[in-house]
T-cell receptor, first 115, second 114 residues
Framework: DAGVIQSPRHEVTEMGQEVTLRCKPI?????LFWYRQTMMRGLELLIY????????DSGMPEDRFSAKMPNASFSTLKIQPSEPRDSAVYFC?????????????FGPGTRLTVT | AQSVAQPEDQVNVAEGNPLTVKCTYS??????LFWYVQYPNRGLQFLLK??????LVKGSYGFEAEFNKSQTSFHLKKPSALVSDSALYFC????????????FGKGTKLSVIP
């Protein structure tokens, strides 16, 4: 099992550019979560998908952020346009209701720097 | 709304000494409680969970946690700390069956001093 895969691991971009973060959950997992981690705010849940459907996006900071899950094995988090305050580590996590409910498996994260 | 508090930003302990990382929660109903660990430049890794049953839960790497309902606490413990235990530790809670969302504490940085 390769675990949750995220790409890129590091992203440096200029303010105003579009940024796309990618996630491949563990095969067979039906829930997917996007988190943001900063020193100031800790770990924040941005959005949660269940069976590819967005269930709760109340944590998405503003309209510049969007997330999609076109199939069970792929999700994207897009920021357009990016701003310096978006600099953070973004984690994707997945879980399976059949395995151990609520135990989430985290990817290695994408460290985003917006200059 | 549910919340998780980790009152200490940092805990320092000498190698070989027992360690405790504190966590209190506010969750309606019967909580599901978790501890995760994060090593530098890595994602969070599951350590242990409490769902129901015995209040003392044993997890990975010799860690254990004690659920105390009256004090709404779920402190993480280890009898003898290792330098390799140095990391960031997160407590998380959910309101139980049917709830997907984990609420995380802000994390506690554990430093084990040789």
């Amino acid at each position: 099992d390769a675990g949750v895969i995220q790409s890129p691991r590091h992203e440096v971009t200029e303010m105003g550019q579009e940024v796309t973060l990618r996630c491949k959950p563990i095969s067979g997992h039906n829930s997917l979560f996007w988190y943001r981690q900063t020193m100031m705010r800790g770990l924040e849940l941005l959005i949660y998908f269940n069976n590819n459907v967005p269930i709760d996006d109340s944590g998405m900071p503003e309209d510049r952020f969007s997330a999609k899950m076109p199939n069970a094995s792929f999700s994207t988090l897009k920021i357009q346009p990016s701003e310096p305050r978006d600099s953070a580590v973004y984690f994707c996590a997945s879980s399976s209701i059949r395995d151990s409910p609520l135990r989430q498996y985290f990817g290695p994260g994408t460290r985003l720097t917006v200059t | 709304a549910q919340s998780v508090a980790q009152p200490e930003d940092q805990v320092n302990v000498a190698e070989g000494n027992p360690l405790t990382v504190k966590c209190t929660y506010s969750v309606s109903g019967n909580p599901y409680l978790f501890w995760y660990v994060q090593y530098p430049n890595r994602g969070l890794q599951f350590l242990l969970k409490y769902i129901t049953g015995d209040n003392l839960v044993k997890g990975s790497y010799g860690f254990e946690a004690e659920f105390n309902k009256s004090q709404t606490s779920f402190h993480l413990k280890k009898p003898s700390a290792l330098v390799s235990d140095s990391a960031l530790y997160f407590c998380a809670a959910s309101s139980g069956a049917g709830s997907y969302q984990l609420t995380f504490g802000k994390g506690t940085k554990l430093s084990v001093i040789p």
